[in-house]
C-alpha cells in the first residue's frame, strides 16, 4: 500500500488500497460504478475520522458525481463540541480535512469512473439531519 500525492505540496490522506493505474478491463454498469465509489468514499471516511455515516448516496450525472453521506456518525469531541455551541466549528473542520485529504477521494473517483477529476467541493452539515457531501468535476 502507499499514499496517494500525485499533487506536489498537498498533504496525503489514508493510503489508497489499488493501484491508482489500474483499469478496468470491461466496462462496468452505471450500478457498479455507484456501489463502487459509494464504499470507497465511505472507506475513506472511516479510515479518516474513525467512523462512517449510515447511508451513503451516490449520483452520477454527465460530468458530476455526488456523494452525500448520511447519517454521518460523529466523534465524541464532535460531540462534545456540537453540544457546547460550536458546530460551526466541527463542520468548518470537517470541510477543511476533507479538502486536505482530496487526493485520496479523486484517486478514488478516477480509478471508479475511468475518468480525470478537475474539481472537487466538499461541504459538512453539522445539523439535523447531518450529512457530508462530496462533488466532484470531471472532465
Same mark, same amino acid.
Given at each position: 500500500? &502507499?499514499?496517494?500525492? @500525485?499533487?506536489?505540496?498537498?498533504?496525503?490522506?489514508?493510503?489508497?488500497?489499488? #493501484?491508482?493505474? %489500474?483499469?478496468?478491463?470491461?466496462?462496468?454498469?452505471?450500478? %457498479?460504478?455507484? @456501489?463502487?465509489?459509494?464504499?470507497?468514499?465511505?472507506?475513506i471516511h472511516?479510515?479518516? +475520522?474513525g467512523n462512517?455515516?449510515?447511508?451513503?448516496?451516490?449520483?452520477?450525472?454527465?460530468? +458530476?458525481?455526488?456523494?452525500?453521506? @448520511?447519517?454521518? %456518525?460523529?466523534?465524541? #469531541?464532535?460531540?462534545?463540541?456540537?453540544? #457546547?455551541?460550536?458546530?460551526?466549528?466541527?463542520?468548518?473542520?470537517?470541510?477543511? +480535512?476533507?479538502?486536505?485529504?482530496?487526493?485520496? &477521494?479523486?484517486?478514488?473517483?478516477?480509478?471508479?469512473?475511468?475518468? #480525470?477529476?478537475?474539481? &472537487?467541493?466538499?461541504?459538512?452539515?453539522?445539523?439535523?439531519?447531518?450529512?457530508?457531501?462530496?462533488? &466532484?468535476?470531471?472532465?
Amino acid at each position: 500500500m &502507499f499514499a496517494i500525492s @500525485d499533487r506536489p505540496g498537498e498533504p496525503t490522506g489514508p493510503e489508497d488500497p489499488q #493501484n491508482p493505474s %489500474e483499469r478496468r478491463q470491461t466496462p462496468p454498469s452505471l450500478e %457498479e460504478i455507484r @456501489d463502487e465509489i459509494s464504499r470507497e468514499i465511505l472507506r475513506i471516511h472511516q479510515e479518516s +475520522y474513525g467512523n462512517g455515516a449510515g447511508r451513503v448516496h451516490t449520483l452520477i450525472e454527465e460530468d +458530476y458525481v455526488i456523494v452525500v453521506l @448520511d447519517d454521518l %456518525e460523529l466523534m465524541q #469531541n464532535e460531540k462534545f463540541l456540537i453540544e #457546547n455551541g460550536k458546530t460551526e466549528t466541527v463542520a468548518q473542520v470537517r470541510t477543511q +480535512y476533507q479538502h486536505a485529504i482530496r487526493t485520496t &477521494f479523486t484517486a478514488a473517483i478516477e480509478r471508479s469512473t475511468g475518468r #480525470n477529476v478537475v474539481g &472537487f467541493a466538499s461541504s459538512a452539515n453539522m445539523d439535523e439531519p447531518r450529512f457530508v457531501a462530496e462533488i &466532484f468535476r470531471l472532465d
